[in-house]
């Protein structure tokens, strides 16, 4: 596990997308990156191509970065491995979001679910 720095902001937030050639995805990406900015934070953006995997390195990877906080869109398949992946390799926030194909998210009360 990775463990944030409490004393260092990055001021940056990861963004794991599952197809940002999907216009939807695209537009999802849009509006985080503009109302980080508006709040002086940067976004780092990374596809997943609906492959875990790569979900799963990418979210060590941005806590490898110290980001403050992860959004992620969940790949098709993803309810199949364990419900909490980002805490594993991640202490901050974590919004996770459902896909186009209506993936239904677990519960978890720390983290939040859209």
């Not at 940002?20 to 953006?45: P, Q």
């Amino acid at each position: 596990m990775v463990t944030q720095d409490l004393g260092k902001r990055t001021y940056t937030i990861g963004v794991v997308i599952a197809d940002i050639t999907n216009s939807l995805y695209s537009s999802i990406v849009r509006g985080i990156e503009d109302e980080a900015f508006s709040r002086s934070y940067s976004v780092l953006v990374a596809n997943s191509d609906e492959l875990l995997g790569k979900e799963k390195r990418y979210v060590r990877v941005f806590a490898e970065k110290r980001v403050e906080g992860i959004i992620i869109v969940l790949a098709f398949g993803s309810q199949e491995y364990p419900k909490d992946i980002a805490p594993c390799d991640f202490d901050g926030p974590v919004v996770k979001a459902e896909n186009e194909k209506g993936l239904r998210p677990c519960s978890s009360s720390s983290r939040t679910w859209v």
